[in-house]
């Protein structure tokens, strides 16, 4: 881990930590998780290249296990049948006796504020919710093996890659469940993206996956257009095209692309190839290919991870803007900064609709003076608060048919 970036969000949650035993075993169960998540990243990119075939698979996933294993283990000390006290050894944990058990952080927080609580109080939120996760993890990791086993049996190395991926990514989301898990006792809170620099959770990726694919998919679509009109000068239509070769390499270089399924990352690659290879006249279909895959992977936004944040995001702002707008006239330095927040929370939805991006995309170019005028951004938050608003519910007959 030495040549892994600085990790300011851990040395963050240590300081707020007094007691040297207890900041030693957070410290520990981190370090843990973090380098199952980077070994989980390693396998992912084996998956993708597969130099040595199953051999080197094997390999990367024997280590990519090792760690996950490390972890567990570390967890079962940490999650005992009773409460732990946070004066026993690295090695062995001890038992008190029988301890009530909290209802988990999000009850305790609610009745005694975060900054009150000591940190054996703290320590013992986290034994408590580790029970949960141990067993979790554990699962994951079984059926890890099993997928594993399986794809090494067969012959039917895409799918079986494609089930590889799925385990894969269950394991990172279990190893980031912990670990969030540990900031959200010890902190209050947790920010996925930042506890393993370079490493990101199912949401964390999606989210960026969906932004660059949006930003992307409109790069080529504006380029693709000169290309396929006939009446274009040969060499507008040339520079177009050079310039959607320059998009795929910078995009398949980017860090957002190692994100991307095995199977996808292989699909940009071969157009990558095809494209660097051609020209705009060789390459017309090629290019109207391009646009038309890139159209088809607005799928990303369906997937259920994404489903959830996007309808509690735009349930949360609409509310938000709902009250500033009525409010507007009376409280306008407040309504000014609610809208000035519904467009940061805007921001998390880009690649989600063409509208909303080209909203958000408005707001960025205001000035400062501009976002303190309500006359001027209360039409914008009107227009964003119509694209967020969640759909009217459909009421249920009186007779009791509906369905």
């Not at 079962?76 to 029988?98: H, I």
């Not at 990101?200 to 990726?205: E, F, Q, T």
């Not at 274009?232 to 190692?258: C, H």
Request: glycine share 6%; net charge negative.
């Amino acid at each position: 881990m030495s040549d892994a970036p600085e990790n300011t969000a851990l040395a963050g949650l240590l300081a707020t930590i007094a007691d040297r035993r207890i900041r030693r075993k957070v410290q520990k169960l981190l370090q843990f998780g973090e380098e199952a998540v980077r070994a989980l990243g390693e396998l992912d990119v084996a998956l993708y290249l597969r130099q040595d075939g199953e051999e080197q698979l094997q390999i990367v996933a024997d280590a990519v296990l090792s760690h996950l294993r490390r972890l567990l283990e570390y967890l079962a000390m940490v999650a005992p049948t009773a409460g732990a006290s946070p004066d026993a050894g690295d090695g062995e944990l001890e038992l008190d006796g029988p301890a009530p058990r909290q209802s988990g952080p999000v009850a305790v927080r609610s009745i005694i504020a975060h900054r009150e609580r000591s940190d054996e109080e703290r320590w013992t939120m986290l034994s408590d919710e580790m029970g949960t996760l141990q067993y979790g993890l554990g699962s994951e990791l079984k059926e890890f093996d099993r997928r594993f086993a399986n794809a090494l049996k067969h012959d039917r190395r895409d799918q079986a890659v494609r089930d590889l991926n799925d385990a894969t990514t269950g394991l990172m989301d279990g190893v980031f469940a912990v670990m969030t898990t540990v900031y959200e006792c010890f902190l209050g809170h947790a920010e996925p993206e930042r506890m393993v620099p370079g490493h990101r959770d199912s949401l964390g990726k999606a989210l960026s996956i969906r932004r660059a694919l949006a930003e992307l998919r409109r790069e080529v679509r504006g380029l693709n257009r000169p290309i396929q009109d006939r009446s274009t000068p040969p060499s507008l239509a040339e520079a177009s095209y050079w310039r959607i070769v320059e998009a795929v390499v910078r995009f398949v270089e980017s860090d957002v692309f190692l994100y991307l399924r095995s199977d996808t990352r292989r699909d940009f690659k071969q157009f990558r190839d095809s494209l660097a290879n051609g020209n705009a006249a060789k390459n017309r279909n090629e290019c109207e290919g391009f646009d038309k895959y890139l159209d088809s992977l607005a799928f990303v936004s369906q997937r259920g991870v994404l489903i959830k944040h996007d309808t509690d995001l735009k349930a949360k702002t609409a509310g938000d803007l709902e009250r500033a707008v009525k409010f507007a006239a009376l409280l306008p330095e407040v309504a000014c900064e609610v809208i000035e927040q519904a467009f940061v929370k805007g921001e998390r939805l880009l690649g989600l609709n063409d509208q909303i991006d080209a909203l958000v995309e408005q707001w960025s170019t205001l000035t400062e003076e501009q976002r303190a005028d309500v006359d001027h951004i209360v039409p914008l938050g009107r227009q964003l608060l119509e694209l967020v608003r969640p759909p009217p519910s459909l009421s249920r007959p009186a007779d009791g048919d509906g369905f």
